[in-house]
């Protein structure tokens, strides 16, 4: 399978809270709910059709606890993504779970990079990552990741955690997919190429 990484981030690149002021109140964050007044139809379609090519979802703690308590609340039969959310198989990081709640899960515990990596062994399509931004960072900087798709909301939140947030390795990455929105949300899917490139720039001339 391969390793996505999904995130809703502001333009200060703020990932936590996105969808309701009280989704995450860790930390005092006061700030949550930032992602939906941009919310819009293309959007919905467009993150419906990622969780298309999910096999299995792969979250950390926080999150986990978050999605567990909320998704199984809702009921609305038209929503786009309660079914596959709820039937999906869940993978949950944890070294203080000992078992799940938002069934099918399963419980990661010990080195998580290797038990990604096995994970990421098995045949199926993608392993996604949705939110668990702490976990997202960390098998970014182990090299797991094979593609991150980003929706980039048109705001400066200006407190809470942010996508990437602790020192790691540099990562380079291609642009493969790009869309506005109409209510101004910026689509972005890129695929991970390894270690970033650095250069110096020696003048116009030399880059063409």
């Excluded at 996505?4 to 930390?27: A, I, K, M, N, W």
């Excluded at 955690?161 to 790009?178: M, T």
């Amino acid at each position: 399978m391969k390793l996505v990484l999904t995130e809703f981030v502001s333009l200060d690149g703020v990932s936590q809270g996105p969808g309701s002021p009280t989704e995450d109140t860790s930390d005092g964050f006061t700030r949550g709910g930032w992602l939906v007044p941009y919310m819009d139809e293309q959007f919905v379609r467009r993150t419906s059709d990622w969780l298309d090519l999910a096999d299995a979802l792969l979250l950390g703690r926080r999150t986990y606890e978050a999605f567990a308590r909320d998704w199984p609340q809702i009921t609305d039969p038209g929503d786009p993504y309660t079914a596959r959310m709820n039937s999906l198989p869940k993978y949950v990081v944890t070294n203080t779970l000992t078992e799940g709640s938002w069934h099918p899960t399963t419980v990661l515990r010990g080195d998580a990079v290797r038990a990604v990596k096995e994970l990421k062994g098995r045949p199926g399509r993608e392993l996604q990552i949705h939110g668990s931004a702490r976990l997202g960072s960390s098998m970014l900087a182990a090299g797991l990741v094979d593609t991150l798709r980003l929706v980039v909301a048109p705001t400066l939140v200006g407190s809470g955690r942010r996508l990437i947030e602790h020192p790691s390795d540099a990562v380079g990455l291609r642009l493969v997919e790009q869309e506005v929105t109409p209510n101004g949300l910026v689509i972005l899917e890129y695929e991970a190429v390894g270690d970033a490139p650095v250069g110096q720039y020696e003048g116009v001339t030399a880059l063409v």
